[in-house]
């Protein structure tokens, strides 16, 4: 069974539950903003939920076995799972999963080749519970084996399957599945992990699968939430009755409190908003003192606007020509932040640079177009037309405006690239 998060496993939940749907809270007094954006999220993630069949399964009863089972972990765990138990519920998940592996009872797909359920059972829980090398082989040497066999399967007419070889390759896959579950436990989550993957293994029940699918589900995603908040905003904390009656709302269609479509554009709303929020906390100083700075320069009479907002003055005018955005040119330039403080420099460095002008920054792309060879020009460039919202390592901070002075010392064309799709070889 793939490891799934609650809103983002790989398929969803679809059934209306007309059966037990009356007994099932699809609506909640929203007191607040976190108690709407949960309620929202819910919603939407319910809806979701709703497109596609789960694994392809359309038996009601597994379903509302499954989501009843979704329900009562999501809400255990607001009550806080404990490791233990936690670490037993991953193990039961991956013991199912080994076992659905094997279900078919071929290895390779290869109906000669079969799969030894109870050695490949026995051989996984010894990796589980820690030991380091069964039948023979370490995690490393299995596959080796197992590759190998696979290789010659595949390269070779007639391969020799002997039956010493066939219980090789059954415990060679045992480690492998094995070592991926147990992967990152400690010895003590070992323990717990292992009780659980025994369980699993022997699960046939299809009932008790969607029941343990929806608690396993139901765990993971609480504590991705927990960790990470909605959306992966830290401040968004989760309220149980909100957002489950937001879940049940958007699998059993119901828009009483609010739409589809509603919650969707409510969960993008106040995920912008805080967002910039957030922008305006950590970086609302270079935002204002970088706006209040070009407004107050773009006063200054030597200094021209373009349509874009790049400013610029110039204190040399060559003569040369200009260059095209798609020329490489040869420059020495000087960078500061509007309080003087210098990023970088070719100047200080005593080397010009040469780079395609259709490769940095907008505002450059822009100002040095302007500029005639031999010509000096100072430019301020707007956050937008410079590094903009992620800045450019620790010397520029995300939305700073940025001054330059530039001086063009040369255009150099680069190398016409040849598309050999239009060579005519014949």
Request: hydrophobic share 40%.
């Amino acid at each position: 069974m793939k490891k799934l998060s609650l809103f983002l496993a790989t398929a969803v939940l679809t059934i209306a539950l007309a059966s037990c749907g009356g007994n099932i809270k699809t609506t909640a007094t929203l007191n607040d903003e976190l108690d709407s954006v949960n309620y929202a999220f819910g919603l939407a993630s319910g809806s979701q939920f709703k497109q596609q069949v789960f694994f392809g399964e359309k038996d009601t009863t597994k379903l509302e076995s499954f989501y009843k089972a979704f329900l009562n972990g999501f809400n255990a765990n607001f009550k806080k799972m404990s490791e233990g138990k936690m670490q037993q519920l991953n193990g039961t998940s991956a013991g199912m999963n080994l076992a659905m592996e094997i279900k078919e009872g071929f290895i390779f797909g290869d109906s000669a080749w079969t799969a030894k359920k109870e050695l490949i059972k026995k051989s996984a829980l010894e990796v589980i519970k820690g030991k380091e090398e069964v039948g023979g082989f370490t995690m490393a040497t299995a596959r080796e084996f197992y590759f190998r066999i696979n290789r010659e399967k595949r390269d070779t007419v007639s391969h020799e399957m002997t039956p010493e070889k066939l219980d090789s390759l059954n415990v060679a896959f045992a480690i492998m599945m094995a070592s991926r579950y147990a992967q990152g436990l400690d010895s003590v989550k070992k323990v717990d992990f292992a009780k659980g993957f025994k369980s699993g293994l022997s699960i046939t029940n299809e009932a008790k699968k969607y029941k343990v699918m929806g608690s396993y589900i139901a765990a993971q995603g609480f504590d991705v939430l927990t960790k990470n908040g909605l959306m992966g905003d830290s401040t968004l904390t989760l309220r149980s009755k909100a957002l489950v009656a937001g879940i049940n709302a958007g699998i059993l269609s119901d828009e009483t409190i609010m739409t589809q479509e509603a919650s969707f554009q409510y969960v993008r709303q106040v995920s912008e908003a805080r967002r910039q929020a957030q922008i305006l906390k950590l970086y609302g100083k270079n935002i204002e003192e970088g706006a209040q700075f070009l407004v107050e320069n773009a006063e200054r009479p030597e200094v021209k606007v373009t349509e874009s907002g790049l400013q610029y003055e110039i204190i040399k005018e060559g003569k040369g020509a200009k260059p095209a955005a798609t020329d490489k040119v040869k420059v020495h330039y000087h960078g500061t932040l509007i309080d003087g403080t210098v990023f970088d420099s070719s100047v200080q460095r005593g080397e010009p640079i040469s780079f395609p002008l259709n490769g940095v920054i907008a505002g450059w792309t822009e100002g040095v177009q302007l500029m005639s060879v031999g010509s000096k020009y100072k430019f301020y460039i707007p956050y937008p037309l410079a590094y903009g919202e992620q800045g450019a390592g620790g010397s520029i901070e995300p939305y700073s405006t940025l001054i330059f002075e530039v001086e063009l010392l040369g255009i150099e064309k680069q190398e016409p690239q040849i598309n050999i799709s239009n060579i005519d070889l014949r």
